[in-house]
């Protein structure tokens, strides 16, 4: 019932930036924290940057300063915005959503399919 489809991903130079977006489509009653994931090969996945509905963001101690993620409620997005990239930001990133599928019901976490960021010379 419900999807989250990314797009967005590519391949930068050292020092580019680059910005996804994720949309929520479906039947759900609200979406709560909406965040961004990144899992490089060999590693676990890992936050990168999580915001609420009211826009307070926190972020991955490896990313503050550079990246920014913001949201539009009214459209079901959420944004991450990439500058200063460098090549440990390589890996597939993934949008991840809370989301109440009814008043009743508690939050269930949805992933979107994940989309590749490259920061290669």
């Known amino acids: 019932q419900v999807h989250l489809v990314e797009s967005g991903g590519g391949l930068v130079q050292p020092g580019g930036s680059l910005g996804l977006s994720c949309a929520a489509s479906?039947?759900?009653?609200?979406?709560?924290?909406m965040g961004w994931y990144r899992q490089a090969p060999g590693k676990e996945r890992e936050l990168v940057a999580a915001i609420t509905t009211g826009g307070s963001a926190n972020y991955a101690d490896s990313v503050k300063g550079r990246f920014t993620i913001s949201r539009d409620n009214a459209k079901n997005t959420v944004y991450l915005q990439m500058n200063s990239l460098k090549p440990e930001d390589t890996a597939v990133y993934y949008c991840n959503a809370g989301v109440k599928r009814s008043l009743a019901s508690r939050n269930y976490d949805y992933w979107g399919q994940g989309t590749q960021v490259t920061v290669s010379s």
């Open positions: 479906g039947i759900f009653f609200a979406i709560d924290v």
